[in-house]
Structure formats: C-alpha cells, structure tokens
Nanobody
Framework: QVQLVESGGGSVQSGGSLRLSCAVS????????MGWFRQAQGNGREGVAT???????MYTSDVKGRFAISQDNAKKTFYLQMDDLKPEDTAMYYC??????????????????????WGQGTQVTVSS
C-alpha cells in the first residue's frame, strides 16, 4: 500500500520561503509521476508542479520561476522549494503519485482525477 506523508508547511510573510517534503512508503514502480497540488479555501484542487521518474518537470504559470520540484530517490522523498511566496499561494498543499511515467500536456497533467495516491496535506499560509 502506497502512502504519502507531507511535511514542512507553516506561516511565512510575503517574499519568504518554505520547503515542503513528501515521504513515500510502500512499493512504487520504476515509472511514475509525482506532483504537488494545492487547494485554497473555497476553491478546487489545482496542480502546481510535477516531476516524472526521468526528472522531467512541469510547472503551472503561477509558480514558474518561484517554485522548484525535486526528488531524492534514495530517500523516496519529494520536495517543493517555494521562494518569493505571495499571499495568493496560501492553501493546503498535497503531494500525489500517479502510476506510469507518461508526462501529459498541462491540460491533463494537472487534473487531480488522473492521480492515484494522495497525502493528507500540509497548510501553507502567507501573510502580506
């Protein structure tokens, strides 16, 4: 059984940084996609960044240049480095795993219904 556990959320001021971690336990295949999503209060869940087993990354336009997704395969841990945070980044952040190494176009890559496993979320709050 695959389990994902996020950590690293917190409260920061605008312009600050946080690094989220997602620890993966259980067996995963050699081909996968890992992603970070977020959900602000009253909004739907939206994609933020993804990385596949080959290291290919994808970002939404809102975070490109400010956020960086990475992975440590030895530790089975994935990270989201978030810099220059803005109040509109405030949300619950979730990591997710999708079986298979195909990286779709952004329209499909960031659709939550295509992802197989989810963590419980970690809250990020950015104050102005």
């Amino acid at each position: 059984q695959v389990q994902l556990v996020e950590s690293g959320g917190g409260s920061v001021q605008s312009g600050g940084s946080l690094r989220l971690s997602c620890a993966v336990s259980g067996g995963i295949s050699s081909e996968y996609n890992m992603g970070w999503f977020r959900q602000a209060q009253g909004n739907g869940r939206e994609g933020v960044a993804t990385v596949d087993n080959s290291g290919r990354t994808m970002y939404t336009s809102d975070v490109k240049g400010r956020f960086a997704i990475s992975q440590d395969n030895a530790k089975k841990t994935f990270y989201l480095q978030m810099d220059d945070l803005k109040p509109e980044d405030t949300a619950m952040y979730y990591c997710a795993l999708r079986r298979g190494g195909t990286q779709y176009t952004a329209d499909f890559q960031f659709r939550p219904e295509f992802w197989n496993y989810w963590g419980q979320g970690t809250q990020v709050t950015v104050s102005s």
